[in-house]
């Protein structure tokens, strides 16, 4: 009588089973399992990354270190050295500001205190003094434009260009204004040419009822006054169809006329 119940008794697997599990050992035994290779690779290649971390290890540290000294020393100048430049420059350009304000508060430009603007007093720097001392700052970039436009109004025309010039902002108020200072500067030094692209300039940077007819008319103007008639005609009569209503629109028949 079989023993099928004996203990440690195991049904005997089917034949295609059998040769299944053959072939599997066969083909783990010659080496040709992909698998096997995939692993062996990684093994390789995990092998030759930990030489190469050991050889470079020094360097690895060095530069890692380095990444974090360059960080460090950034947040160290923004925080002690930037950031409380700016607000040195800020309280120093202040004062400055103030006597630019009120030299344009009265019925003329006071000179004096433009002045006074420029040059500092009471211990305080003034625009110049801060362009030099603060160099880089939002502060010393503002100081340009007070300064180009009191330099403008002094009748020092080369200094004004050259300040409002190194002027940058996004406010676009302020750009036309600081490119229509620079038309008026380039027009008092004869630079007609120049001065009619600034005035350009001026007028499309911040198109709107009342700076933009400003700048077109004084662009036409001389562009009349230097023969070029129809140049200034063009302008005269975008004033008229596109800004009507301005103060600018109120006798452009006259010269429009007068260039045609």
């Known amino acids: 009588m079989a023993t099928y119940n004996k203990r440690g008794y195991k049904a005997p697997k089917p034949k295609d089973v059998l040769d299944s599990d053959n072939e599997f050992e066969e083909v783990l035994a010659d080496g040709d399992s992909t698998t096997e290779e995939v ?18 290890q020094k360097t690895i540290i060095s530069v890692v270190i380095g990444i974090a000294v360059v960080a460090l020393a950034y947040v160290f100048y923004n925080r002690m050295i930037a950031e409380p430049k700016q607000d040195e420059a800020f309280n120093a350009v202040f004062k400055a500001q103030t006597y630019f304000d009120e030299a344009f508060a009265g019925q003329e430009v006071n000179d004096s205190l433009l002045n006074l603007g420029l040059k500092g007093a009471e211990g305080k720097l ?16 503002v100081s340009s434009y007070y300064a180009g436009m009191s330099y403008l109004h002094l009748g020092e025309f080369k200094k004004a260009i050259q300040s409002l010039e190194s002027f940058t902002t996004d406010d676009e108020i302020l750009q036309a204004a600081a490119y229509g200072g620079i038309a008026d ?3 008092e030094t ?32 001389i562009l009349a006054l230097t023969g070029k008639k129809a ?5 005269f009569e975008e004033i008229k169809a596109d800004y009507e209503s301005s103060r600018e629109a109120q006798n452009i028949d006259g010269f429009i006329e007068m260039t045609k």
């Open 39 to 56: 692993f062996n690779t990684l093994d390789e290649t995990a092998n030759k990354t930990e030489e190469w971390v050991a050889r470079n």
């Open 126 to 141: 003034g625009f110049e003094g801060v362009i030099n001392e603060f160099g880089g700052t939002d502060a010393a970039n």
């Open 185 to 187: 500067a380039l027009a």
């Open 190 to 221: 004869k630079k007609y040419d120049e001065a009619v692209s600034y005035y350009n300039k001026a007028a499309k940077v911040d198109a709107n009822e009342y700076s933009t007819p400003r700048y077109l008319l004084k662009a036409a103007k």
């Open 231 to 235: 140049e200034a005609n063009k302008l």
